[in-house]
């Protein structure tokens, strides 16, 4: 353990009577007053003892030690102050430079901790959102902000689901009721929150006249009248979402819907303040939440600046229900568009966090750089095939395509993290049994290289028999087909490499189009395609959420894909409150889907970013959003 000198700077009253300066003191950075006092005493030409005493975080004393003057002690472990540094243990009058009094007095020493300042966290969220009015929002950068300035009923980091305004909750027997009981916290404004709050926000969220980009989630939600809000025109009252007290909070289900917990977490689930929303006409428009004199939060930061097209600052909100455990004081938050522009100045440590990093520098980083960070996203690009066209009615052309594609090429070529697909549930979804989804369902038989290429010729002449074609007939029809993809130069880069892998391994030279998102939109959604790209991501932490999309039903369900005993295991998922029997379920429909292949799985999309090694404790939600609840920085 370190020493201290024990260092008396006082003033001489007499040669008899001596004693301490009564000296105030302020702590520069604290901006907290101190009063070291003590009284005189006549004394003699012996040795006395003093009480040490070590003060921080305000004047309150964390350890004291009574010493012989002019002795060495034991310096006590280091305290902790969110936001500052330790500078070590100073005197009241630190500019007499600790020098020696060698006098026979007695008096009580004040030693005081010594902080640096303040060091923010400066953080690029990238481009600057749309909105952080958690209803309206539908970016990822919006959904990172609110993540940090509100909270909802759980708060989801790294996958697992904690509890967050909600200290607890139940599910009914039957699955039908879920009660959440919230615990005591406040707004920002120091005002209460309670459940009625929730039930505010909730309704705002689903009500068509806010006009949120989210307001289809609702219908996932599965709870009662939320969907007839949302398309029907149905009535607020309602909806099953209820305020049995302050502190109680009720939802009632159409059906059971075990991912509705963790589905809480997202950010369109957070609250807002009914009497701030509406007193600045922002029912909705959001502008309140980038407003700081108007805006009222109750997640560990609060917005105290914003400057359009530059960037924002949030500080600790000391209302935060946890707020002993935030560490950081300080985000300045940047709208960096560049990913070069922000690399360089991560590089240069001007910037403490990156959402993105430049293509160029992925696969030097990937492997050996313990600062640059690769997740998966809970979503699939994937190719559709039009079920309803006679040729693709075929499964045996269906794989043929499906093993006729090298995806480790087509990830490498396009250099932006992503991860080879062997199936439509990405990584990252976590079952029952504490266990991956998709690696335990297996590759469907699906190789992420070019060693099913010799499979696929055999379906292929497979499949021209079954067709009652040759095989050079088979590749003259499917040459007539087009590949419709949505205008980007990733999506084109992927079509040219599916139609190149195509012509070498089969010989047939598809046909490629692209369409502006609306148009490619409507053609997908009408069947006028005969293959499409296609993508989905998940909103909540449920596989369910990935291939119930494929139900016969269902209006994202673009292949038209259609099988009774697919459709019977998602419906026997969702109905059970058993999580053994969803997930059983679930994995059982998985094999059914992959084993018509509907679709061909090309790559899983990931979610990069770089984050200095002196900051610590951060999270990041598996749908993306990054979490400095718990983040401290080290030296």
């Not at 609110?146 to 509890?163: A, K, M, S």
């Not at 690399?343 to 001007?350: N, P, Q, R, T």
């Not at 750089?369 to 998966?376: A, I, L, M, T």
């Not at 006679?390 to 499964?395: A, G, K, M, R």
Request: some cysteine.
């Amino acid at each position: 353990m370190k020493k201290i000198l024990i260092v008396v700077a006082m003033f001489c009253l007499s040669t008899l009577v001596l004693g301490c300066e009564s000296v105030s003191s302020t702590n520069s950075t604290d901006n907290t007053t101190v009063s070291n006092t003590s009284s005189s005493s006549v004394t003699t030409n012996t040795q006395q003892e003093v009480i040490v005493f070590f003060n921080s975080n305000g004047g309150s004393s964390v350890s004291s030690i009574r010493q012989d003057y002019n002795s060495s002690v034991d310096e006590p472990e280091a305290p902790i102050k969110a936001g500052y540094t330790f500078a070590g243990w100073y005197t009241d009058e630190e500019l007499l430079s600790l020098f020696d009094f060698n006098s026979n007095i007695q008096c009580d020493i004040r030693l005081y901790a010594k902080w640096s300042d303040i060091k923010p966290l400066n953080w690029n969220i990238g481009a600057e959102p749309m909105t952080i009015d958690p209803a309206l929002n539908g970016d990822a950068s919006g959904g990172g902000v609110i993540n940090q300035t509100f909270e909802g009923l759980v708060r989801e980091i790294d996958g697992i689901v904690y509890p967050g305004i909600a200290s607890s909750w139940e599910i009914s027997q039957d699955g039908l009721t879920i009660t959440f009981h919230l615990r005591d916290s406040k707004w920002s404004d120091g005002s209460d929150l309670t459940a009625n709050d929730f039930v505010y926000s909730f309704k705002r969220g689903m009500d068509p006249a806010t006009a949120s980009q989210y307001a289809w989630i609702w219908e996932y939600t599965n709870i009662v009248g939320a969907a007839e809000v949302v398309y029907d025109g149905g009535s607020l009252d309602d909806v099953g979402i209820d305020a049995t007290d302050d502190y109680t909070l009720v939802i009632t289900l159409n059906q059971p819907t075990l991912y509705l917990v963790s589905l809480m977490s997202l950010f369109h689930f957070m609250p807002v303040k009914q009497s701030v929303v509406e007193a600045t006409g922002g029912y909705g428009d959001g502008l309140w939440a980038s407003t700081p004199e108007d805006v009222v939060s109750n997640g560990p930061f609060i917005l105290t600046k914003y400057t359009y097209e530059e960037g924002l600052v949030l500080e600790k909100n000391e209302y935060y229900w946890n707020s002993d455990n935030v560490y950081i004081s300080r985000i300045n938050g940047y709208f960096i568009e560049s990913y070069d522009t922000a690399y360089l100045a991560f590089m240069e440590e001007e910037l403490d966090v990156i959402p993105h990093v430049p293509s160029s520098v992925i696969q030097g980083n990937l492997q050996i750089n313990p600062e640059f960070y690769q997740f998966p996203l809970l979503g699939t690009y994937y190719v559709n095939f039009n079920m309803d066209d006679e040729l693709f009615s075929n499964i045996n052309l269906r794989k043929a395509l499906a093993y006729a594609i090298n995806r480790e090429e087509i990830v490498a070529s396009l250099n932006d993290g992503q991860i080879p697909a062997i199936g439509i549930v990405s990584p990252a979804f976590i079952d029952n049994n504490e266990e991956d989804f998709a690696t335990n369902a297996g590759n469907f038989g699906i190789a992420t290289d070019d060693s099913n290429y010799a499979l696929a010729v055999s379906l292929f002449a497979q499949a021209a028999s079954e067709l009652e074609m040759t095989v050079e007939l088979l590749q003259a029809a499917v040459s007539s087909k087009t590949y419709l993809y949505n205008t980007s130069m990733a999506n084109s880069q992927v079509g040219l490499m599916l139609q190149a892998s195509w012509a070498d391994v089969l010989g047939i030279d598809i046909v490629l189009q692209n369409q502006e998102w609306t148009i490619f939109k409507n053609s997908c959604r009408d069947g006028f395609f005969d293959l499409s790209r296609g993508y989905w991501q998940a909103d909540y932490l449920d596989p369910y959420g990935m291939l119930s999309i494929f139900c016969s039903d269902d209006y994202y369900n673009d292949p038209n894909y259609s099988n009774e005993a697919f459709d019977t295991l998602i419906e026997e998922a969702l109905s059970t409150t058993d999580p053994n029997i969803h997930y059983e379920k679930l994995y059982e429909a998985q094999a059914v889907f992959m084993s018509d292949m509907p679709i061909i799985p090309i790559y899983y999309s990931s979610d990069i970013l770089m984050v200095q090694d002196y900051v610590i404790g951060w999270g990041r939600s598996a749908f993306g959003a990054i979490d400095f609840s718990k983040a401290y920085f080290v030296d």
